[in-house]
């Protein structure tokens, strides 16, 4: 767990509907008349520097005073690590500069991305020769016609395509009864756009603690701000993490008993700015939840960006504005990992810096180490499908969130030509689109998209097991990761596949980071006690196989994580 970077947000999915891995523009770009002041206080997120209740004190007071500047108007706040979120005029940084005074480290414009498109590639679904349901009735057709609306209930048992449960051994997790429940649940956040709340693989999702923070929308996923249809990138990331056993309908999630909250943080357009994911972030801590998964990322350069004219959008920052950013992210992440140990004095913090026994390279651990309180938060996140070495391609650039500290950055891993053999190895290589660098904590299943260059319109059948229906679709989209995605009535999915179904193939880091989410929620519920971010990432270390170079390397950090090995681990 490294990391110093800063970025706003945007989906870290990988497009299927063309052989590409072409990596998506990540540029940042201002939000009009949105910012985020900084203060001093909270010195990039040093817990000696100053406490949270002063740090609190002082972003209070400063949010009054700068709700009292006229044509400011406050939008939120995160006290914890001085920061304000507001709107005002284009001259605001000066303004509030001059009336607040010295609080103000920096005054930064809001930073906004777009999401790449993510999309599987066409399909179609062959009924099987024995007693197995097709997806539609048979008057579905190619000219168009739908067919009938199924529920989830009339799908097919999509566990045999599950190859990401054979490469983690997640059969053997489950058939031992570690689901992510028991006595003590473990409760994972999920941040992401919104979500199909009705569809069955999620619908057990906290209703209580569930939250959207995207002004304006729902927690629901709205199909009307999405280019993709019904499509939602939230659903399949939530499901791969979670999704609940349907008896045997649909796919089913690494941890399907585990207590799903579910947080929008990015608009259905795919969106995303940092008042939604800090706030969120900043919630989910609040409200107790032992790990957070996000399948997001962005990247800034630490000397500043200049405008691109060849856009509509200002997508500038001085060096000045970059290194503040960086802060301000250090900062939030800092604050979940912090609550996992006692805020210490400065004369017992001497030299201390937050958590950078896993930074690499380590720093000597501080003289007098702050006790744990097992309150911390566990983030693990997507390492970017920008096929970046994190270390070497452009020092300069920093990348949110597998760059930022206390964040377990996971790369992604999958099979080639799976559909013709399902037998072949599952994780030998981390896929090409996947970063990699000394960043990288772990590897999880993403889907590997490689099987696109070779033969794009090679066709596999796999059956869906002995008597039951069988699918045939390109074989590379087999080597994807199939997850709940859509709608009852299943737009997306009829227009890509001329089939209702609620389940789609998607590749990318995005996938990978839930994966690992679901492991590192078996190991709490397994231990059936809040685990501190450190502990766990360390037992999530000895519930990896080793894959690529011994020991960690740069591509699998420290391996491929493995539920399997969740049954064999002691405490």
């Not at 990988?14 to 891995?21: E, I, K």
């Not at 996992?340 to 810096?353: E, F, H, N, S």
């Not at 037992?539 to 011994?550: E, K, P, S, T, V």
Request: charged content about 20%.
């Amino acid at each position: 767990m490294r990391r110093l970077a800063a970025a706003a947000a945007i989906i870290a999915g990988v497009a299927l509907s063309a052989a590409t891995d072409v990596p998506p523009s990540r540029r940042l770009r201002r939000k009009r008349n949105s910012y985020s002041v900084l203060l001093y206080s909270h010195a990039a997120g040093s817990v000696g520097s100053v406490g949270i209740a002063a740090m609190t004190d002082a972003t209070q007071a400063a949010a009054q005073a700068l709700d009292a500047i006229y044509g400011v108007n406050v939008r939120s706040a995160i006290p914890e690590i001085g920061v304000v979120f507001i709107s005002g005029p284009p001259n605001s940084a000066a303004i509030i500069k001059r009336r607040v005074g010295q609080r103000v480290k920096a005054v930064l414009p809001t930073m906004v991305f777009s999401s790449p498109v993510v999309r599987p590639v066409p399909s179609s679904f062959i009924n099987g020769t024995g007693s197995g349901a097709s997806l539609v009735s048979s008057e579905g057709s190619r000219d168009g016609n739908p067919g009938r609306t199924l529920s989830v209930v009339d799908e097919p048992d999509y566990r045999p395509l599950q190859w990401s449960r054979v490469a983690m051994d997640a059969d053997r997790a489950f058939n031992a009864g570690l689901k992510g429940g028991g006595k003590r649940p473990a409760r994972v956040a999920v941040i992401d756009e919104g979500f199909w709340l009705d569809h069955p693989s999620i619908a057990h999702y906290n209703k209580e603690l569930s939250f959207n923070f995207v002004p304006g929308e729902e927690l629901m996923f709205n199909p009307k701000r999405s280019s993709d249809r019904d499509l939602s990138h939230g659903t399949h990331t939530s499901s791969i993490l979670a999704g609940r056993d349907l008896s045997g309908h649909g796919t089913l999630g690494i941890a399907p008993e585990a207590d799903l909250v579910l947080l929008k943080g990015l608009s259905d357009g795919g969106y995303g700015e940092d008042l939604g994911v800090m706030t969120a972030i900043k919630y989910a801590v609040e409200k107790g939840v032992d790990i957070i998964s996000l399948s997001l990322g962005g990247v800034v350069d630490r000397r500043g960006q200049e405008d691109d004219p060849y856009t509509d959008y200002d997508e500038s920052l001085t060096p000045e504005e970059a290194a503040a950013y960086i802060d301000m992210w250090t900062a939030i992440t800092g604050y979940a990992y912090r609550k996992a140990t006692t805020i210490c004095r400065l004369a017992d913090c001497a030299g201390c810096k937050l958590a950078k026994a896993n930074t690499h390279p380590p720093h000597p651990p501080p003289p007098n180490p702050p006790k744990l309180d097992l309150k911390g938060v566990t983030i693990i996140a997507s390492a970017g499908n920008d096929r970046a070495d994190l270390d070497k391609t452009n020092p300069n650039k920093v990348y949110i969130l597998a760059d930022l500290p206390h964040v377990i950055a996971v790369s992604a891993t999958g099979p080639i030509f799976w559909g013709r053999d399902q037998a072949t190895n599952l994780d030998r290589f981390v896929t090409g689109y996947s970063n990699y660098g000394a960043p990288i904590d772990l590897a999880a299943p993403g889907g590997n998209i490689a099987a696109a260059y070779r033969d794009f319109n090679a066709t596999c059948r796999v059956p869906l097991g002995e008597g039951r229906a069988a699918l045939e679709l390109r074989c590379y989209e087999f080597d994807a990761v199939l997850s709940a995605c859509c709608s009852a009535s299943a737009t997306f999915p009829r227009a890509q596949y001329r089939r209702a179904t609620r389940y789609a193939w998607l590749a990318g880091t995005s996938m990978a980071a839930p994966h690992a989410a679901g492991v590192a929620a078996l190991i709490v519920a397994k231990r059936g006690a809040r685990v501190a971010p450190d502990k766990l990432f360390a037992y999530l270390q000895q519930c990896a196989d080793d894959r690529g170079l011994a020991g960690k390397d740069r591509r699998f950090g420290y391996g491929r994580v493995s539920a399997g090995k969740v049954v064999d681990l002691v405490f």
